[in-house]
């Protein structure tokens, strides 16, 4: 079946480092893939999508590309702020969300 | 627009016992997914309600049923109660699920703790 593997964390990085969060999926056809946040005592926010090959989603400074080519879709931010602290969750759409098992981010001022 | 909804927010249960959790979905939405999250662990779809019928259901025992009314609100029910089912249940609305880029918002989660 359809499936996300997502760097495992914790990772802990100091204000203005650059982050990753590597994420890679595998699934039958072409799902949309997700990246949500979960900041702490929170829901699940929507922090970005892609729904198609060579797509790059965008919001709050973050980045992901749709590459099917290495079926991945690799979280990126140039410069976090302590405010990012929270649970990363990579995900892939066919009807249904199925996540990855989270990357917890903690920013340093 | 109030958003999801769950109700109530923290519950304590004990083993073989019974309980309901509830979801109001955003405004204009018509579909709810249910999720089950354990501590450190990403979310597992549970099952999907559009138009008051199951369409989907992920791998989880008949133990887990739900309900939808027709003002889309849902139910979930979960009988005979384990200390596995401790978990965060999350609850999702989104439009008719014929889209695979459909947007789904989640609520703020009802933490079940089985004693």
């Known amino acids: 079946g359809n499936s996300v593997t997502q760097m495992e964390g914790p990772v802990t990085l100091s204000e203005e480092a650059f982050l990753t969060i590597n994420c890679t999926y595998t699934a039958t056809g072409y799902p949309s893939l997700f990246w949500y946040v979960q900041y702490p005592g929170e829901g699940l926010q929507l922090l970005l999508k892609?729904?198609?090959?060579?797509d790059k989603g965008s919001n709050k400074g973050f980045e992901a590309t749709y590459r099917k080519e290495t079926t991945s879709f690799h979280l990126e931010k140039g410069s976090v702020q302590v405010s990012d602290s929270a649970v990363y969750f990579c995900?892939?759409?066919?009807?249904?969300?199925?996540f990855g098992a989270g990357t917890t981010v903690t920013v340093r001022a | 627009d109030a958003g999801v909804t769950q109700s109530p927010t923290h519950l304590i249960k004990t083993r073989g016992q019974q309980v309901t959790l509830r979801c109001s979905p955003k405004s204009g939405h018509d579909t709810v997914s249910w999720y089950q999250q354990a501590l450190g662990q990403g979310p597992q779809f549970i099952f999907q309600?559009?138009?008051?019928?199951?369409?989907q259901r992920g791998n989880f025992p008949d133990r887990f049923s739900g309900h939808q009314f027709p003002n889309y609100s849902s139910e979930l029910n979960v009988n005979a109660l384990l200390l596995g089912d401790s978990a965060l249940y999350l609850c999702?609305?989104?439009?008719?699920?014929?889209?695979?880029?459909?947007?789904?918002?989640f609520g703020q989660g009802t933490r079940l703790t089985v004693v």
């Open positions: 309600y559009y138009e008051e019928e199951e369409r």
């Open positions: 892609a729904t198609k090959a060579d």
């Open positions: 999702a609305s989104s439009l008719a699920p014929t889209e695979m880029n459909t947007e789904a918002f």
């Open positions: 995900a892939l759409n066919d009807y249904k969300l199925s």
